[in-house]
């Protein structure tokens, strides 16, 4: 299995091979806004729509029993949020750079925010669909199934994130009080 920033090494070198070759269908990705950020020097695009806010690391209030990579939670503007280290989710030595930042997501359609704890955030560019395409072979990886394509900025190539299917995952979502009463209260009547 190729790792994710394999298959994006091997898609940027791919890039001039393929340019008469007819176009791959595009990914189910939007396009708009994308924020760029970087994770252990591969770059990332998050669609702007479900980033609030970008902050610097906040100070963060650890919780017992949890993964390694939830740092704990926050209190962001009277808001308590969970805090991800993104560098502990993909099995990279832990977050420990003074230049990081949090990126704030939430999902589109209810209530949920969490912190996203990223290595550095470069711009917000427009792309357009047919900028994102299918990686150029299958991933591995933590990430890997919430990447909805690649794409080009400038002389970059970045993976396209889909934060919606991320922020939605179970390991993302297992400390999710609502999750947790649903889950409880189907067990009940079952």
């Known amino acids: 299995m190729t790792t994710l920033r394999d298959a994006i090494v091997a898609a940027d070198e791919q890039l001039d091979v393929t340019a008469d070759a007819p176009p791959a269908p595009a990914p189910a990705a939007a396009a708009g806004r994308f924020v760029l ?49 993104v560098r502990a989710y993909l099995g990279l030595a832990p977050f420990a750079s003074a230049t990081g930042r949090m990126l704030v997501v939430r999902l589109l359609d209810e209530p949920f925010t969490t912190g996203l704890i990223v290595d550095a955030v470069d711009r917000i560019v427009t792309l357009h ?31 396209v994130l889909d934060v919606d299917r991320l922020l939605r995952s179970p390991d993302i979502r297992q400390f999710d009080e609502t999750r947790s009463v649903d889950a409880a209260a189907s067990a009940e009547t079952h």
Do not use: M
Request: aromatic fraction near 4%; proline fraction near 9%.
């Open 129 to 159: 669909s047919e900028d994102i395409k299918a990686p150029a072979s299958p991933l591995d990886g933590a990430l890997a199934p919430f990447v909805s394509g690649v794409c080009t900025t400038g002389d970059r190539l970045a993976a």
């Open 37 to 85: 950020l970087s994770i252990a020097s591969t770059h990332y695009a998050v669609p702007e729509a479900f980033v609030t806010e970008l902050e610097r690391v906040p100070r963060v209030t650890t919780v017992p029993r949890v993964p390694e990579w939830l740092l704990g939670v926050t209190n962001l503007r009277g808001d308590i949020v969970s805090v991800i280290d």
